[in-house]
């Protein structure tokens, strides 16, 4: 561990002089003094120095946040940091990531990837993390599919300007969350209850949640801009080459993870945007309405329509006209993509322990 604290200091500035703490009158003196007394203690002491609690003001505040953090990680890998101690590091640079802006060249982001290399050694011998994964469900009502990757002329002409909805294959299988390094679900700690309110980091959300048995309290982190969040996951995926047929600037492209357990359900719902919904892992039941048959799906009541069994098999007496509405049905696999064409009506349901990436572009 003195290892660690050697990378850990090695991204820190070399000198006091060299480490920059320049704030305005909004932060009152006192505090940055308290900072620069924490600045001292980096570089001579070996005192542990507790953060205070976050306020959503002036980006300067954040800042100080995100000093906070830094200053506590640094404290925490100083001596024999315990694989917990690493974590509750880990947890901290999150915070600071998740409340705090970035700061000295966003070093949290460098501290995690330290911090990460860390926990990747001890957990090195342990059991293979895909042992978790449940078995594949053997629903297999796919009704349509697309074997390749069409050219974007094609792509244009069969699906995007008729606004019919595909499931590309291939197209997603050079990303390195499927080959470089996998992303794949870890044996994770068990689950403890949680207000709803409370705000996690992405990994309490995954103790908290990912390994519920309990269909009840499942949690879903859904439509997350994960990827902004964790810039090092945009590493990991690709925008989809055909977003280019959209008149949209890349930087339009809204990125949203889809994370959760097995059970989790996307309500009956339309987006104002094309969609190209990536599975990354695990299995999804989709099924798509036509805008056509909007007045079928009774909008102002879908609400009502929510829960899993009134889609799935709707009250008939209540919803005739429901029945009556044709729809395309498929499961979703690890390696497909499947395009969403605008206003289009989807509800989605995780059969296993799911992680989605959706790109909505126009
Ligand atoms: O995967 C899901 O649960 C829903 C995805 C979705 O609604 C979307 O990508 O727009
Ligand atoms: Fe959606």
Known sequence: MAELWSAISAALPVTEAEFPLDFSEKVEPCVVDVLQRCRQQLYTGREKLNTGTWRDVDKEWRCLYSYGCLFKVAALCRDDASPATVQEAIRTCDLGLLMGAAIMDNILQTFVRILQNEMGKSHSNEEDPSEGVSAKCLWSSRLW????????ESFKKDYLDPQKPVILEGIIDHWPAFKKHPWSPLPLPSHSPLDTSTLLTINEFIDRYIVVKDASSLGYLAQHQLIDQVPELKDDIRIPDYCCLGEGDEDDITINAWFGPGGTVSPLHQDPQQNFLAQVSGWKYIRLYSPEDTEKLYPPQLQLLHNTSQVESPDVVR??????????????QPGEVLFIPVKHWHYVRSLELSFSVSFWWS
């Not at 599919?145 to 974007?152: A, E, I, K, R, T």
């Open 145 to 152: 599919q697309y074997q390749g990757c069409p050219s974007l």
């Open 319 to 332: 919803f005739p006209e429901f029945v009556k509405a044709p729809y395309l049905e498929c499961v979703l």
